[in-house]
């Protein structure tokens, strides 16, 4: 195992939350707290915040990113957002298949590979989310779901390509909950995905997939949970939304 091979990246997930306006206002907060941070910083936005937050963030070291991506790249798609647009807008990354998009909105593991194939076409970094349900889990199937989401969301991803994508392990059970996984439970998590990586790309590949954690970091476990040999940053929702907070995992990660 070397960390060193791979980039720490400590990414935030907005969610359904904040205006344009109020997007300027925390970037301009959150930009002098970040400044210094060894590792990369990226905010991910709701589309119509997306302007707004290029703009707070320019001459700074934060990117931007989506919270979706569509996978056509233009057609009779109402209401759904392409790589190019993305792209254009001058967006770096995008999540994909974050748990509450397969729960709410119909996301499966087919349309999630779809998605990153087309992201990763149009020159965007993918955050591809993996996780098991407490139900799952329960039944001993946590290993088992995240090899399978791991290698379905990356089917046809060339090795080239990988370089660009990052994994999330979001176990379901701990996102939004304030209950977080166990620094051993997430880097457990982690290694699953790494294993699974390995399995199709090589071990030499996995040790250079940036894999972060996610599910309540916050500032009072992040320095735990960053310190496994696995966890390489965090997905952070609620965190995300304090400058004040979201920098002091910035820092963790910075050790
Ligand atoms: C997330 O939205 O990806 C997430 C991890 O949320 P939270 O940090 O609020 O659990």
């Not at 205006?19 to 590792?39: F, H, N, Q, R």
């Not at 792209?87 to 770096?92: A, D, I, R």
């Not at 309540?216 to 992040?222: E, G």
Request: proline share 2%.
């Amino acid at each position: 195992m070397n960390k060193a091979k791979r980039q720490t990246i400590i990414a935030g997930n907005w969610k359904m939350n904040k205006t344009p306006s109020e997007t300027t206002a925390l970037i301009g907060e959150m930009k002098e707290l970040v400044k210094d941070a060894d590792c990369g910083v990226v905010l991910c936005v709701p589309f119509v915040d997306i302007a707004a937050a290029i703009e707070a963030s320019k001459g700074t070291n934060i990117k931007i990113g989506a919270e979706n991506v569509h996978f056509k790249e233009s057609g009779a798609y109402t209401g759904e957002v392409s790589a190019n647009m993305l792209k254009e807008c001058g967006v770096e990354y995008v999540v994909v298949g974050h748990s509450e998009r397969r729960q709410y909105f119909g996301e499966t593991d087919q349309t999630v590979n779809l998605r990153t194939l087309a992201a990763l076409k149009g020159g965007l970094k993918p955050i591809v989310c993996v996780g098991e349900t407490l139900e799952q889990r329960e039944l001993g199937y946590t290993e088992t779901l995240l090899k399978y989401q791991t290698k379905m969301a990356l089917t046809n991803v060339t090795a080239e390509e990988l370089k660009n994508v990052v994994i999330a392990y979001e176990p379901v059970w701990a996102i939004g909950t304030g209950v977080t996984a166990t620094a051993d439970q997430a880097d457990e998590g982690n290694g699953f995905v790494r294993e699974a990586i390995a399995e199709v790309y090589g071990k030499d590949v996995a040790e250079t997939v940036t894999i972060q954690y996610g599910g309540s970091m916050n500032p009072k476990n992040a320095d735990e949970l960053l310190s496994k040999v696995n966890v390489d940053g965090g997905l952070i929702g609620g965190a995300s939304l304090k400058a004040e907070d979201f920098s002091v995992i910035v820092k963790a990660a910075n050790k």
